[in-house]
């Protein structure tokens, strides 16, 4: 059945229009109740910790029907859309045949199976065809005792030549096993532009399979999102293992493991729980941690490279790992934390030329994404990921981003407009919202608390490289490794599980939202109009340079 479209969601979509017809002060005066970037920079808020919350992150059964293979032979599962580089190419994405987990397991031919996609715009005339390629992944343990897995044949097919703002309808599978799908439908973005943009674009970060990952879910459903963007860390795979033993912590259950086990069935569990809602609406991922999926031959991150498709190729990146696209007026840039960015590497020299090539009039709007955050003022994963930091916020300041969105961290927290540790009226907003609902639960120490500033050797991550994260050398928290208070870049933070909600209105103004899970559809956590100002920031190049505040 498709979504309804409610009368509050037509008067949205009434508003939407007319609020591109507004100035800002009219969207501030519509809007009087809801602050602004503008307002900023804002005195840091905690919300207090509801310990309430903690105990319910509880993963979900093999046994649960939401998991359960509901297809026989190879009629295809776990269907998936998401966007190639502009809105006129969608990728579908779905699985035809069973795993297989075990000491003697036979990987499945893709070649005995077609990837075929019939589509239209009418459910009753899908008068387009197009077909694509197929592909079987392992896991593999060279350790007796150790499960080895098989997928199922994934399959990746794209549709070009598409119309904006349509709804096209779609079967995939294969028609002479016969082996098709039932009828789904995706709609198209707007094309690109400066007064174009989706009515709602959803953020979820670190998402799990536990019943939390179910009310996060929902809560998202009911936002009617025209885009899902999920920030790393997808399955939580890697938390089991292959015998199908979980943990919310592996290291403290699991340490003498000779390799770090995951349970790969847990991803199929994760596909056909999130059809329902990404068989509809596009969704694009970028790794995390827990994607890293060690196995025999040094390979990493099969499962995830495996099981979506990526705009890689379509935006010249040619890696799974980094990519972009555009949503109507908003180009998007999703990086990888946990391979190379250094400035002689070719993930650097990728995202220069990918930001040499935005033309603001056309997309005005510059977000990026990745893993783990540059400013959290969490105790867990406190300063990881400086390194990359030291390699690239330079890059991106010069180029204008406007909002960063990462995960890694479980909890959420929004910055005010900062670039290296300083209050700046043109330095992005970064928005950390790892509170998707996993099995690992919530963090809630802070480091500039008391006792919770985390020792500096132990904040480097292996995957990510170097050590960089040393004392500050000025400013308010001058010598030493966190802050004694909360940082005057944390300008609102709160332990709770939940997802986001952007809303572009125009070419100057966003409309950020934070949902949590414990709330009604009514009642927000976080709320603000995040606000460009390209006049006062204009962005032609590197900017000058500014003293650190932290030495690399």
């Known amino acids: 059945m498709e979504m309804a479209f409610s009368n509050s969601y037509r008067m949205g979509g009434i508003f939407l229009f007319f609020i591109f017809l507004?100035?800002?002060?009219d969207i501030r005066a519509t809007n009087a109740n809801i602050p602004s970037t503008l307002d900023g920079p804002f005195e840091p808020e905690t919300v207090?910790?509801?310990?309430?919350?903690r105990g319910n992150a509880v993963d979900i059964p093999d046994t649960d029907p939401l998991v359960r293979r509901r297809v026989t032979g190879f009629e295809p599962e776990q269907l998936s859309v998401s966007l190639s580089f502009n809105h006129d190419s969608i990728w579908i994405t779905w699985i035809t045949g069973e795993f297989q987990i075990g000491d003697n397991i036979k990987p499945l031919d893709p070649k005995t199976v077609a990837s075929f996609v019939r589509y239209g715009t009418s459910r009753t005339n899908l008068n387009h065809e197009a077909t694509g390629h197929s592909l079987v992944y392992d896991q593999l343990y060279p350790f007796e005792g150790l499960q080895n897995y098989t997928s199922g044949i994934i399959h990746h097919v794209r549709l070009t030549g598409l119309e904006s703002n349509s709804t096209y309808y779609y079967q995939c599978g294969d028609p002479w096993i016969p082996a098709m799908s039932d009828v789904y439908y995706f709609r198209t973005l707007p094309a690109s532009g400066p007064q174009s943009y989706p009515k709602r674009i959803a953020i979820v970060g670190d998402l799990g399979l536990t019943y939390n990952t179910t009310c996060t879910i929902n809560h998202m459903i009911s936002n009617e999102p025209d885009l899902v963007l999920l920030v790393g860390d997808v399955t939580y795979a890697n938390l089991y293992l292959t015998n199908g033993t979980g943990s919310d912590c592996y290291s403290c259950s699991f340490s003498k493991t000779p390799i770090h086990e995951t349970y790969q069935p847990r991803w199929d569990y994760w596909g056909r729980f999130m059809q329902n809602l990404v068989s509809k609406v596009p969704i694009m991922v970028v790794e995390g941690n827990h994607e890293i999926e060690a196995q025999a031959g040094n390979q990493t991150f099969v499962a995830y490279s495996s099981r979506f498709a990526f705009p890689s190729e379509e935006s010249g990146s040619l890696s799974s790992f980094y990519y972009s696209f555009n949503a109507g007026?908003?180009?998007?840039?999703?990086?990888?934390?946990?391979?190379?960015?250094?400035?002689?590497?070719?993930?650097?020299?990728?995202l220069e030329k990918d930001l040499a090539n935005v033309d603001r009039s056309v997309t005005p709007w510059l977000v990026a994404t990745w893993h783990p955050p540059w400013y959290s003022s969490y105790s867990s994963h406190y300063r990881e990921a400086e390194c990359m930091r030291v390699e690239m916020e330079a890059l991106l300041y010069s180029y204008g981003v406007d909002i960063v969105f990462n995960g890694h961290v479980h909890a959420y927290e929004r910055s005010n407009r900062v670039f290296n540790y300083t209050l700046d009226p043109c330095g992005p907003v970064h928005i950390t919202i790892g509170d998707g609902g996993n099995l690992e639960k919530m963090a809630i120490t802070r480091a500039?608390?008391?006792?919770n500033c985390p020792e500096p050797s132990s904040t480097p991550d292996p995957y990510m490289g170097g050590f960089c994260a040393t004392n500050f050398t000025s400013g308010p928290a001058?010598?030493?490794f966190c802050w004694d208070r909360q940082p005057d870049y944390s300008a609102f933070r709160e332990s709770s599980f939940g997802h986001g909600i952007l809303e572009v209105k125009n070419e100057t103004w966003a409309l950020w939202t934070w949902h949590r899970n414990q709330d009604s559809n009514n009642k927000v956590g976080d709320q603000i109009y995040i606000v460009r100002q390209p006049d006062k920031c204009p962005f032609h190049g590197m900017p000058q340079p500014k003293p650190l505040l932290a030495s690399s």
Do not use: N, R, T, V
């Open 22 to 25: 507004l100035s800002p002060l």
């Open 48 to 53: 207090p910790y509801d310990a309430s919350l």
């Open 448 to 451: 500039d608390e008391p006792g």
């Open 478 to 480: 001058a010598g030493k």
């Open 329 to 350: 007026g908003i180009h998007f840039i999703m990086l990888g934390a946990y391979i190379s960015y250094d400035k002689s590497g070719h993930q650097y020299k990728w």
